[in-house]
């Protein structure tokens, strides 16, 4: 039996006393409504019962003591009637990272970005390394120590762009935020009650000296030296289109051209997971591209299907072969060959078009590119300088920001003229620069003379 007394001077306070065995013990409960204790005089009542007759606990009992938490169960323990609680092992760092690695379900590009995240965390802490073990002051070392470790880390070290081997911030930052994805995985499963990485510092992913501005005269040298027609498009793509290589230039098809309104439809699978309307996009047609299209559609084979089908190939080494082209056309290779060649194409887009406008052509917000992709030009702030005169007024204010500096008042009418009349004979011109291609394509040379071939085609 099990006797329930009342403590206190406002007689509030509960106690239980029992015998188990021929010793008296005392079980106190404190503060607890009338309820509470008659439950536990009840149960602990049926728990000495058993244990004096020798029979198992009824299920019930069973599952209230296992439904205590860790104080009210200590009570049990103390007075003799359960075993204490074994522990749960503790999960290790190695654990986490397999699991969260097998419940990632993302691009490869970006399997590949998380992979050396968790080699750096197997690398600083140890695979063994409990999880409770881990700290908010040691996540701080383990950032300090990606930032300035010089050796790499992983199964594979190659060489790193800076100078003494270091990881770029931009770099530091990503691999951070992958880290703290890493620990909040934890605290949702379970395996931590916070995570020891929450309030540590990412920093910019943004690498402004990575960045590079391809010309139009560059881009005219490395289409003239690439071997033939299939990297002339993939680079024309990248540089006129701004699509991403190879993912985006190696998926557009010959019917995803619309030679009509000049514009062409891009499956993005970079960005196909953030919901409807991102896994498409109409990106404009420009006279540099659209002469290069022409080439593609009037070599193609019969049952062709793919644009750009070198870039299509699987395991394709582009950026070897881009890196020579290069070299061939007299220039020095840049920082991120291919996605430079995109942000150029949105730098000169952005002069021309609202932001919003341009960003949606390249599949991002506008946040995104000023972040990682608009580039700042020397003419912006020789304009400046100069006082903008060159830029053309009216009337005392000035207008047209947005046509480039060396333009007399006669090259924008004559620029103007061009336009309405491409816009009259259904040429969609979006890219300032060679003139020459515009006026044969608005003509009815080889652009349009293949668009009414193309028309009756069945590959259309």
Known sequence: MAG?????????????????????????????????????????????????????????????????????????????????????????LGELCDRFKEHSSVKP??????????????????????????????????????????????????????????????????????????????????????????????GSTANPSRAHYIDVATTADLLDACPGLEWRIVVALARYAGLRCPSEVGAVRLTDIDWQHGRMTVMASKTEGHGEGHASRLVPICPELRGILAEVFETAEPGATLVAPLASRAGANLRTTFERIILRAGHKPWPRLFQNLRASCETDWVEQYPAHVVAGWLGHSPTIAARHYLQTRDHHFRDVVEGGSERGTKRGTKVAPNTPPQASEASRNVSQAESDSAENHGAFEVFPGNRGASERLSSGTAGTRTQDQRIKSPML
């Open 4 to 92: 329930l007394v009342w403590d206190g001077e406002n007689r509030d306070l509960a106690r239980i006393t029992l015998y188990v065995g021929d010793r008296r013990k005392t079980i106190r409960l404190g503060k607890v409504s009338k309820a509470i204790a008659d439950k536990w005089q009840d149960r602990i009542g049926e728990i000495v019962a058993s244990i004096s007759s020798g029979a198992g606990i009824a299920p019930d009992v069973a599952a209230w003591i296992d439904g205590l938490a860790d104080e009210g169960y200590g009570r049990l323990v103390k007075a003799g009637l359960v075993l204490p609680r074994v522990s749960q092992a503790s999960r290790t």
């Open 109 to 202: 590009a970006t399997e590949a970005s998380y992979a050396q995240t968790l080699d750096s965390l197997r690398a600083f802490y140890g695979e063994g390394k409990p999880l409770e073990d881990i700290s908010t002051e040691s996540a701080d070392e383990w950032r300090k120590w990606i930032a300035s470790n010089k050796a790499g880390e992983g199964k594979r070290r190659k060489a790193r762009v800076a100078k003494d081997n270091r990881l770029s911030p931009a770099t530091v930052s990503k691999r951070t935020k992958v880290g703290k994805q890493v620990f909040r995985a934890a605290v949702r499963w379970g395996w931590l009650p916070k995570s020891p990485f929450d309030g540590l510092r990412a």
